[in-house]
């Protein structure tokens, strides 16, 4: 099971053991600091959401490089902008008083304002690539060339708006970040390392594991309850992938579907009431409603979400034939039938249009289990 987890570790995993001390450090402060402002109400709004973003950014370049098996030129890359993002930030809290002084869109701009302004929209677009790639930044950059070029907005206004208000970088989406999606972060990272996460996994595979597809079963169920308390679709395949996925592909699914199973499965998670994804959060900003409401709403649809995916594993089993996960009875013994895989009636190969499907012989179903788990030790000869 060790070997299978790590060959399963995400890419953003620090590559010495300097940098992975440093993002610890950094997610340690960034953790105590959200927590502080809990525990004692938060900072002025600006500052608040500027140094939740100079975390954040300060995680984003040390874990996605620009290239993993650069030299030290494509690092002096990535630190140049980490030390970008960080500059545009502490612009502000250190001109905070003539920030605050400033008349909007009346006072002009001064050189370094609009030199930061460029800055920030710069490292926030390329930090947004790496992280979740080209789509996001492109939509922005559609807009922006949108605005700049073809209405009516002067470019030092558009500046200002993105900048020097809080209508964009440091906007109402930030807060939501920094107020509440940090804190369930946080949350769902103690659930995972207190156990509750594999709690969840071994419910779900009491549940549906014995049934046919029950791997890709397990996925979906573990990753709907995971989903509960994360919120997080990375939480949920950081919790569920590296044990559902490798269980899928050596019990009979192809891998790119199981591949999608894990990451359908996780994704829905963000859509699990109580504690949902970051959308619901900024929706019940922008809706003007208790977020309790939303939560909700989100039932229903959530609901149905898991059950249409819990179905299409089901059928995805029946036709490739996909192994069920081997009962294990307190005392193990070779011939009881709970303890021996069973597989489905179909064969692995769908049979061509029109042709009857063969079922499985008694040897067939007699196949020696395809995951290397060892086997539990065997009970005395008196005990079975």
Request: some cysteine.
């Amino acid at each position: 099971m060790t070997t299978i987890v790590s060959d399963e570790k995400p890419v953003t995993a620090p590559t010495s053991r300097m940098l992975k001390w440093v993002v610890s450090g950094i997610a340690i402060v960034m953790s105590l600091y959200h927590m502080q402002v809990v525990a004692f109400g938060p900072p002025e709004a600006v500052i608040f959401r500027g140094t939740h973003l100079m975390f954040a950014l300060a995680l984003v370049f040390l874990l996605y490089p620009s290239r993993r098996d650069g030299g030290i030129s494509w690092r002096a890359l990535d630190f140049t902008l980490l030390f970008a993002g960080l500059a545009f930030v502490l612009h502000i809290f250190v001109t905070y008083e003539a920030f605050t002084n400033r008349i909007i869109y009346i006072d002009d701009l001064t050189v370094w304002d609009q030199i930061f302004s460029v800055v920030a929209v710069v490292v926030i677009l390329e930090g947004t690539r790496r992280v979740i790639g080209w789509a996001l930044p492109i939509t922005a950059l559609c807009f922006l060339v949108y605005a700049a070029i073809f209405t009516q907005v002067k470019l030092p206004v558009l500046m200002e708006q993105i900048y020097l208000s809080t209508e964009g970088i440091f906007g109402s989406t930030l807060g939501v970040s920094a107020s509440y999606v940090m804190l369930f972060v946080i949350f769902g990272a103690f659930m995972e390392k207190s156990g509750t996460g594999q709690l969840f996994m071994d419910f779900a595979m009491s549940i549906t594991g014995h049934s046919a597809g029950g791997p890709g079963k397990v996925a979906v169920v573990s990753s709907s309850l995971f989903g509960t308390v994360s919120g997080s679709a990375v939480a949920n395949v950081m919790v569920d992938g590296p044990i559902t996925i490798p269980l899928m592909k050596r019990t009979g699914f192809r891998p790119p579907f199981a591949a999608a199973v894990e990451s359908v499965a996780s994704t829905g998670g963000q859509l699990m009431p109580p504690i949902m994804g970051a959308a619901a959060f900024v929706m019940a900003e922008f809706l003007s409603v208790p977020y309790a409401q939303v939560a909700l709403w989100a039932v229903v649809p959530a609901l149905l979400y898991y059950v249409a995916v819990f179905f299409a594993v089901h059928f995805e089993a029946k036709r490739y034939c996909s192994w069920a996960i081997r009962r294990r009875c307190a005392r193990w013994s070779a011939r009881c039938p709970a303890c021996r895989w069973r597989c489905c009636a179909r064969p692995r190969v769908p049979a061509s249009p029109g042709a009857r499907s063969p079922k499985l012989s008694r040897r067939a179903r007699a196949t020696p289990c395809p995951w290397p788990w060892p086997a539990p030790a065997r009970a005395s000869s008196s005990a079975a």
